[in-house]
């Protein structure tokens, strides 16, 4: 059966290489390489079939029948079938003694069992397209027609494939060339291949090929005669499968506006390249249940939530979450399985930036240390407690080896603490106040302090981070006051984009005192190196504060945590826990346009004022320093 849709495909997922047939150089390899056969007339499967010495792959060839992918097969067409067509192919055949009883055994029940990964890790891992003869003495790197890559080594004597032997070579056909070989060739999985056939750490491996889509390409298929009811049928089909987890994110749909949005993460890279260069942590179904139960109580979610994007001061929308249990499996699955992948070409080169790139083998026998951090293929940056990157904390064990990478399979989920519960620093940029402007009082401006002027200052008194702090100013008599939104946004952060989780944190606010302005207005500076004329000035600035966290209950009014009143002094930049323990009901992890807020207040009073107070209040940043224990954590304000 002649079948050109299929020789399409077949063509279209290989790109292997002619080797031309450019003469020796030498007489010995003249001699030993100038057998082209002499048999042109048959094609492949007459050439298999005439040699006694290829019996068991002709068997096998017979019995395999051609999938399109890995659950259409084409009925009544087999591999036998396809070395007999017009399709220009080289073979590379194992010869009898290359089977054990078991392994022939092995293929045969492949054949009535799983006749696609028969196809995949035998048929289509021996058969290239076009015609490879020997020679000239080069290696040439082939693809099969599985994907996958090979060296043909011509140099030897005799020749290789994948570092088999080859018996006979250059046997011609009419639509090809025949070589035999002494052994199987190697298979590898490439890690998709792993995960859906494997059957190795069902879990985590379920969870990611859920993420299958196949389509029917209509135009690509051939249509036959309509059916009975007039509809129409096809005698070649073609499939595509695609899979979410391939890319970096997808919309997962809602059936209103009003609904919960959120995206589906992804691994951002195709698992199944095999030109990738991968390493992945695979957890065992016990590191994929234990990390479940450790970090669910984080993914705790409310029947709904405040819609901030469509919320006014007066007018409260509320977003459904739809079901808050199927969205706490969703998101604690999703964020266990997305950040595990990593390209080797991604990485910072061995030894910083003078160095050079990490090479495979390199990483697999490097601990990792000669890096500041590894880069996942989502963008994160991973280090080790000690900011210095060793490997062995994430891929313990022994590589396995994937075709397009190694796995390490590992019984437990290793990330750091920084990573799934993250601290959540906020720079208060001037929209981040501005969450409800009819209850924003007095104003909101940047101001810039170059640390690299003031250094003395600096080193007396307190580094701004990013130069930069942000003044509350009051209008007339008015105490400032505004909403500070709780979501990550700095950008030295370990987590950039972190989002409150369903936990407990300890909140600071980076403080400045307001006569780092006062230098930046009268250029002044070399008086402030007197720490009595700095003890002067901030006793006539010092910040009354009140403070009130708003977070989601399900109810348009929200949650408020106590009413915090802080006394500071303004004499350095300082690191002020203001709401210690605060304990957040919900997470807002994975939603968009959902986030608890801080209520700032500047509070001195008239009679605060004549005591030394002022109402303008600056701010470097704000930290939420997550807690997994009742353990306070003091922040250092000069690592900035």
Request: charged share 25%; with cysteine.
């Amino acid at each position: 059966m002649a079948n050109k849709k299929l020789f399409k495909t077949l063509g279209a997922i290989t790109t292997g290489a002619l080797i031309l047939a450019t003469p020796s150089c030498t007489d010995t390899w003249d001699e030993h390489y100038n057998d082209l056969g002499t048999a042109a007339g048959q094609n492949l499967r007459e050439q298999i079939q005439s040699k006694p010495e290829l019996s068991i792959f002709a068997e096998i060839a017979s019995k395999a029948k051609y999938y399109k992918d890995d659950v259409h097969p084409m009925n009544d067409y087999t591999f036998a079938d396809l070395l007999q067509s017009g399709q220009v192919m080289t073979v590379w055949a194992p010869e009898n003694s290359a089977f054990t009883a078991e392994e022939k055994a092995k293929w045969l029940e492949m054949a009535e069992t799983d006749g696609y990964n028969l196809q995949k890790q035998f048929m289509t891992n021996h058969i290239s397209m076009w015609r490879h003869p020997i020679s000239i003495a080069k290696k040439d790197t082939l693809n099969m027609t599985n994907g996958k890559e090979m060296v043909f080594d011509m140099t030897t004597t005799p020749a290789t494939m994948y570092d088999v032997e080859l018996a006979q070579h250059n046997i011609a056909a009419s639509n090809g060339t025949l070589h035999t070989v002494k052994g199987i060739l190697p298979f590898h999985f490439n890690f998709y291949e792993y995960l859906k056939f494997s059957g190795e750490n069902p879990l985590f491996s379920q969870y990611v090929i859920d993420k299958d889509t196949t389509y029917f390409i209509e135009g690509s298929s051939i249509e036959g005669l309509p059916d009975e009811n007039g509809n129409p049928t096809y005698v070649d089909s073609v499939y595509v499968t695609s899979n979410l987890m391939f890319s970096s994110s997808a919309n997962v749909s809602t059936s209103t506006s009003d609904k919960r949005h959120m995206s589906q993460k992804g691994f951002a890279a195709s698992l199944n390249w095999e030109s990738g260069k991968y390493i992945m942590a695979i957890p065992t179904d016990a590191a994929w249940t234990n990390t479940y139960e450790k970090i669910k109580s984080l993914y705790t979610y409310a029947e709904s939530y405040i819609d901030r994007e469509k919320s006014g001061a007066k007018d409260i929308v509320m977003r459904p979450s739809e079901n808050p249990d199927s969205l706490t499996d969703l998101s604690v699955k999703m964020d266990i399985a997305t950040p595990i992948v990593f390209d080797l070409d991604r990485q910072g080169k061995i030894g910083g930036e003078e160095g050079a790139p990490w090479t495979m083998e390199q990483f697999i026998a490097s601990k990792g240390t000669e890096a500041e951090y590894f880069l996942n293929t989502r963008g994160d940056t991973l280090r080790n407690i000690e900011n210095k990157w060793d490997k062995t904390e994430l891929f313990p064990g022994e590589p396995v080896e994937m075709s397009n990478g190694y796995a390490y399979i590992s019984d437990t989920w290793n990330l750091p603490k920084e990573y799934y519960f993250p601290d959540v620093e906020i720079k208060p940029y001037s929209y981040m106040f501005n969450l409800y402007s009819e209850t924003f009082k007095g104003s909101v401006s940047p101001e810039t302090f170059t640390n690299s002027l003031y250094p003395e200052i600096v080193a007396k008194y307190g580094k701004i981070s990013k130069d930069q702090f942000y003044i509350m100013k009051p209008d007339g008599s008015t105490k400032p006051e505004g909403n500070l939104i709780l979501q990550g946004n700095y950008d030295l952060a370990y987590n950039r984009n972190a989002k409150v989780m369903s936990g407990k944190y300890d909140i600071y606010m980076v403080l400045v005192p307001y006569w780092y302005k006062d230098i930046l207005d009268k250029g002044n500076d070399s008086l402030y190196l007197d720490s009595a004329y700095v003890d002067s000035v901030a006793n006539i600035s010092k910040n009354k504060l009140k403070l009130q966290v708003i977070y989601d209950n399900g109810t348009k009014n929200g949650g408020k945590g106590k009413s915090i009143k802080v006394d500071w002094d303004a004499r350095k930049v300082d690191t002020v826990l203001v709401i210690p323990d605060m304990e957040f009901p919900y997470s807002y992890q994975n939603l968009e346009h959902s986030y608890p807020i801080m209520s700032i207040v500047s509070d001195a009073s008239n009679s605060d004022v004549k005591k030394g107070y002022i109402r303008e209040l600056c701010i470097d940043r704000v930290i939420l320093k997550s807690k997994e224990d009742d353990t306070v954590v003091e922040v250092d304000p000069s690592n900035n």
